[in-house]
């Protein structure tokens, strides 16, 4: 975590600023504040800011993962054999070699 510390210092800082603003407020008038329900709120509110996203982001990107392993499974050998050609004839120009289709 704390190689990451910038990544999460600009997000926690916007949190807490929007905490102080919902919980205490901005107003300069004499006004009750409670400090143990807005502080559990707010490390509630910073610390999900901090390891939420990533427990998330990696279950909406899961199946994106699952679409390009199965879609690697076909294409890979197929892009290997097409670079293997480009390789064996550095001379001749890619576009005469390789087909013209939606994987070139």
Request: aromatic fraction near 14%.
């Amino acid at each position: 975590m704390v190689r990451k510390l910038d990544s999460f210092t600009e997000p926690v800082m916007d949190e807490l600023r929007a905490c102080f603003e919902d919980y205490w407020g901005s107003s300069t008038e004499w006004h009750e504040v409670n400090i143990w329900n807005s502080m559990l709120k707010f490390f509630a509110r910073t610390s999900n800011r901090m390891w939420i996203k990533p427990v998330l982001g990696y279950l909406v990107i899961a199946p994106n993962w699952w679409h390009y392993r199965k879609a690697a499974k076909h294409l890979l050998p197929l892009i290997e054999s097409r670079l293997d050609n480009i390789r064996r004839d550095p001379e001749r120009d890619p576009s005469d070699i390789l087909p013209n289709d939606f994987v070139t």
